[in-house]
């Protein structure tokens, strides 16, 4: 398996960029233990353990019906929306088990930003499409805002492509632009862990590029979770790498090893190309 | 192909490309219909348009005649209507702010509880509540509105006369909230119909940035959704312009200018239902005056549609 020599010295990555622990051991942000989920009778995740470390890029890959989304849309508690949902286990975000009742889900979801497959702005202006996130959480001050705004969309590599005209309707952008729009909204609330669910498989290969040098700019300050069914893109721009298949994870592993390396036949079959 | 084809006939005895040729032959008959279809249905479509413009016709003309004997100005500035008698006086303002207070009354009750059932209804209530409340809602829209006038004057004025001592025993309050009741239904049908056609990502994005239920209502459905919503208000609003028999039954007729709403008033509608009841002789100025008030109550209910459609268009957020 030595298909993707392009990919990046994960280990050399690590060290740029002033990390905000320290740089030997990093801390875990997301913890899950034992996690099971149900929707209804049919289980769609089967005893995951799994770790997710600060400022890394770990990624989730495996054939599509396998839980991939099921899994990142239960870290930000959005899996609940299906009523016939049911979990049992534990996911620890910066320690505290966020599936207790207690958990404010709205907190929660503060901290944890979400991309989605397609790209969702809101039908409005680009910059209220920003704003929306600090307005909500009760930023008011236009001066406050406008600087949000600003750093936003530059922190998604968007500015320079729409800064002279904030006050469109978003619908106008391209489906790329969209959707890094839709990462710049996460990010002005400022998140601790950003969550991907195949953020370019709707995108064409340039959009997908540029996204993907986000990815690799954002993990200096955010920890991103990212969906996808692209082993490519997972190879090129994570740390870790998950397998999963039929709701279990086969293999956890660092992305270098996983793809030159792995320890599981199933692992070695997907990533070959040889089912999925 | 052929062998494909072959298949299919060894396993089911049956030989398609016959069937299909059998078929072709006896649809010859269907395609001469075919044919004159268009022209048939092109003629009614004409008739509705020739009907529509005749009756426009002939409420112009009318109209005409009465401002020929009444001038213009006088009718639209007039703050008298007596229509009978040696010195009669044709103002159409009481009938002006009868209609326009029984429609702001109405739209008091229908916007705000047409708005939170249609919130209810698409954000909050589970898949099964909303498929068995939406076709009672419009049930209840279909209620003929002389139930509603009926209830109007023998129920709610008499229950309101119990806080409002003042309360004429026809008044245009009560008409005017039961027209609101009668109008919740379709504001609620219409506003949901606009609220759930809000793709589901756009309450996902917002909810994946920690807002509340309610902060997605207000600050996504609602204002992604507003131009049917706004639609739906602007068609209550002339559904009220244009109601007749509420306010015929519970408002009396008397007319009143005043902006008492505890009091008598009479609306345009009621007007022309009076007038007509009492036989006024053709030709007479009463008799036109009819029209003339028919044909303000037809403005102010086209008006209202065009706006309709504008905002429909205009005002609707792009996803
Ligand atoms: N809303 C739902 N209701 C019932 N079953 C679902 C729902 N969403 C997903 N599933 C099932 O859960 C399994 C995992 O789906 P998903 O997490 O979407 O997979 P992936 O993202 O890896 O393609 C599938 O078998 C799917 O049919
Ligand atoms: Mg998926």
Known sequence: MEVFTEKKNVKGIQSDGESKKDASKKSIVYDTKDLNLWYGEDQALKNINLSVYENEVTAIIGPSGCGKSTYIKTLNRMVEMVPIVRISGEILYREKNILNKSYKVEDLRTRVGMVFQKPNPFPKSIYENIAYGPKIHGIRSKKVLDEIVEESLKGAAIWDEVKDRLNENAYGLSGGQQQRLCIARCLAIEPDVILMDEPTSALDPISTSKIESLIQELKKNYSIIIVTHNMQQAARISDKTAFFLNGEVIEYENTNKIFSNPSDKRTEDYITGRFG | ?319
């Open chain 2, 1 to 319: 192909m052929e062998g494909v084809l072959k298949l299919q006939n060894t396993k089911t005895n049956l030989n398609i490309r016959d069937l299909i040729e059998e078929k072709k032959k006896s649809k010859s008959v269907g395609n001469l219909t075919e044919k004159f279809i268009p022209g048939f249905l092109f003629t009614i479509a004409v008739i509705s348009i020739l009907t529509t413009i005749g009756i426009m016709l002939t409420l112009l003309t009318e109209t005409i005649m009465f401002f020929k004997e009444v001038p213009i100005l006088d009718f639209f500035t007039g703050t008298n209507l007596k229509p009978l008698g040696a010195e009669a006086t044709f103002g159409i303002l009481p009938l002006l702010t009868g209609t326009i207070i029984s429609t702001i009354i109405a739209m008091f009750v229908a916007i705000p509880i047409g708005l939170m059932t249609a919130i209810f209804l698409s954000e909050y209530a589970s898949e099964k509540l909303r498929k068995t409340l939406k076709p009672l809602l419009e049930i209840l829209a279909g209620i003929p509105t002389i139930v509603y006038g009926f209830f109007a004057f023998t129920f709610v004025t008499p229950l309101l006369r119990n806080f409002i001592p003042g309360l004429e025993p026809t008044n245009i309050l009560s008409p005017g909230l039961v027209m609101g009741i009668m109008i919740i239904p379709m504001v609620a049908s219409l506003s949901e119909d606009a609220m759930s056609s809000v793709p589901n990502s756009m309450r996902e994005g917002a909810m994946a940035l920690g807002a509340t239920k309610l902060e997605v209502t207000w600050k996504v459905v609602v204002p992604a959704a507003i131009s049917g919503i706004l639609a739906s208000f602007v068609l209550g609003i002339s559904r009220a312009i244009g109601e007749t028999m509420i306010v015929t039954i519970a408002s009396g007729s008397s007319k009143n200018f005043t902006f008492d709403i505890t009091q008598s008033m009479q609306t345009m509608t009621a007007y022309i239902v009076e007038v007509t009841g009492g036989e006024a002789p053709a030709g007479s100025t009463l008799y036109y005056s009819l029209y003339a008030v028919a044909m303000t109550l037809f403005v102010f209910t086209l008006v209202m549609n065009l706006i309709a459609q504008y905002i429909s268009r205009k005002v609707r957020e792009e996803y």
